[in-house]
């Protein structure tokens, strides 16, 4: 039994609706159809019997004599009896018709007989007003009149003049059935009227399939769909290969896929990341401690321990702040005050706090700087030039030399920060902006390890000013990293997260 929610889930699925849409626009074309072709066909055997009636009119001309006989008129015919064409075309316009005077009064023959047929009679004789309008105009008069019974007849009336002066005028009326054309009109009609509901059931069932047709592929990529999850989003909806509609949805369904499928991944990537981070320091930090409680002595090792935990635990924090600020960025907390501000001065102001750092690790530290102003947030664009500053002492061995410029570029203010140190192979240059990412055994000579988010908070925050940032190395000779930053930011206020590269500065935090 079908019980009242499958119906109700039937009425709203797409195939039912499409299939009453169908044969709703079916029935209305076909009653449509069926109208205009009944008016067509009226027109047509209306035509049709007022030619005959015309004609037969132009016979009568030729038959019936109107004569004076002493006082009266009478209405003569006069045709060759023995003619059977003849009489059959006088009695054929006998069988409906009227002739009388002015007054309405009807002719009588020859023999006295009443000039109006039995039909007729029971249509209507005429008003003398009617017969006076017939008179005064000029044209044919044309009417449908009923019988008693209801039997519809087209007349015909028009003048007769008198044979013999041409001058009397007489009223004149013949007439045809038109029910033989009633009754082919209704026939139409009914055979139209069958055929509607067979054809709606037709039209139904023809909705239901086609619509099933186009409906099929549909639920298909539905189920496909359905069976892409969370664990499984490598797998992809096939392609129809019939290049329409619905392959271009799964083609724009698929990209989504492929687009979810690569935030899944950085997210676990992320997370693996983040809890290798943290399992490094925190496993430090509880072999110390059960060092110190199992095997330590002495005050001297009990401190050392500690000293060593304290530098572990420093370091966690340092990832825990990291990872609150990259969050921040993510969601768009993170708002830029963005401000008018000289980038030379800034970027002197940063050199100059890293002239000492500098000294010590004896690298000479450079700087070329071009004026220029920009619309920024002064914070993190110190963040940024100190990331990069702290990277290339990092990464640059004594008696080496660090370039920093500033210029005017076509699009806008370009910083350079070249080194002469240990340079990044070509293969591990794609990923130095992403986060947690270290070359391996880069940091065999750098006096502490970093936490490879440096560089990812350089472009996010590039990105965010609506600028670039590029890396360009020679490995064992030195690496360049060059910052567009457009002189007028972007009017966005907020700060857009920037894709993977998002991370926070860790060099300096
Ligand atoms: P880290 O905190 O480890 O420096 P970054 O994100 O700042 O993290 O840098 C990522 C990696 O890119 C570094 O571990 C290093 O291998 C490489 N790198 C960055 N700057 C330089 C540079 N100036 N010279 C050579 N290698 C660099």
Redesign the pocket.
């Known amino acids: 039994m079908l019980r009242l929610r499958d119906l109700r889930r039937i009425t709203r699925s797409l195939r039912y609706r499409l299939t009453v849409g169908y044969a709703l626009a079916f029935s209305l074309m076909l009653i449509g159809v069926g109208g205009v072709l009944r008016q067509k066909n009226a027109a047509s055997l209306d035509e049709q019997i007022r030619d005959a009636l015309d004609q037969e009119w132009a016979g009568l001309l030729g038959y019936l004599r109107i004569e004076k006989d002493k006082t009266t008129y009478k209405a003569l015919w006069f045709y060759d009896r023995d003619q059977p064409d003849e009489s059959f075309f006088v009695q054929r316009l006998q069988h409906v018709y009227e002739v009388t005077d002015a007054e309405g009064h009807i002719l009588s023959d020859g023999s006295g007989v009443l000039q109006i047929s039995e039909i007729y009679e029971s249509l209507g004789r005429d008003t003398p007003a009617q017969i006076a309008a017939v008179l005064n105009s000029k044209q044919p008069h044309w009417e449908v009149r009923k019988t008693a019974k209801g039997v519809p007849y087209l007349i015909r009336s028009s003048v007769v003049y008198d044979a013999e002066e041409g001058r009397k005028p007489f009223f004149v009326a013949i007439g045809r059935s038109l029910a033989d054309n009633q009754h082919i009109l209704d026939q139409f009609t009914w055979t139209w009227i069958a055929i509607i509901p067979a054809s709606i059931v037709t039209g139904c069932l023809l909705g239901w399939f086609l619509a099933a047709r186009a409906l099929t592929p549909v639920l298909e990529v539905a189920q496909a769909a359905n069976r892409i999850s969370g664990s499984n989003l490598s797998l992809r909806i096939p392609s129809r290969g019939a290049g329409d509609e619905l392959d271009y949805l799964i083609a724009t369904f698929n990209r989504m896929i492929q687009r979810l499928e690569s935030s899944f991944n950085q997210m676990r990537q992320f997370s693996t990341d983040v809890s290798h981070e943290l399992r490094t320091p925190i496993t430090a930090i509880r072999g110390q401690l059960e060092v110190a409680l199992f095997t330590a002595s002495t005050a001297d090792q009990y401190r050392e321990a500690m000293l060593n935990s304290l530098q572990d635990i420093e370091r966690l924090s340092q990832i825990v702040r990291a990872l609150l600020l990259l969050s921040q960025a993510e969601s768009g907390q993170l708002a830029l005050q963005k401000t008018r501000v000289n980038l030379a001065e800034l970027v002197a102001d940063v050199v100059d706090q890293f002239q000492i750092p500098y000294e010590e690790a004896r690298v000479r530290l450079t700087s070329d700087l071009q004026e220029g102003f920009a619309e920024v947030d002064r914070i993190q664009i110190e963040r940024m030039v100190s ?2 500053l ?3 002492m ?3 061995p004594p008696e080496g030399e660090v370039r920093v410029s500033l210029q005017s570029v076509p699009e806008g203010l370009e910083l350079v ?1 070249q ?1 002469t ?4 192979p070509a293969a ?1 240059l794609p990923h ?2 992403d986060r947690f ?3 391996p055994g ?2 065999s000579s750098a006096p502490e ?10 472009a996010w925050i590039a990105k965010a000013h609506g600028g670039t940032v590029r ?1 360009e ?1 020679v490995p064992g000779t ?2 360049r ?1 060059i910052v567009s930053l457009p002189v007028l930011s972007p009017s966005a206020p907020a700060l857009e997260p920037a894709d993977a590269t998002v ?1 926070s500065g ?2 300096e935090l």
């Open positions: 990331n990069l702290s990277n290339a990092k990464f640059t920060v080194d140190g240990s340079g990044i591990h130095i902006f990412y270290r070359v880069s940091e390890r970093g936490l490879g988010l440096g560089l990812s908070f350089v890396a190395s030195g690496s990293f991370s860790m060099n």
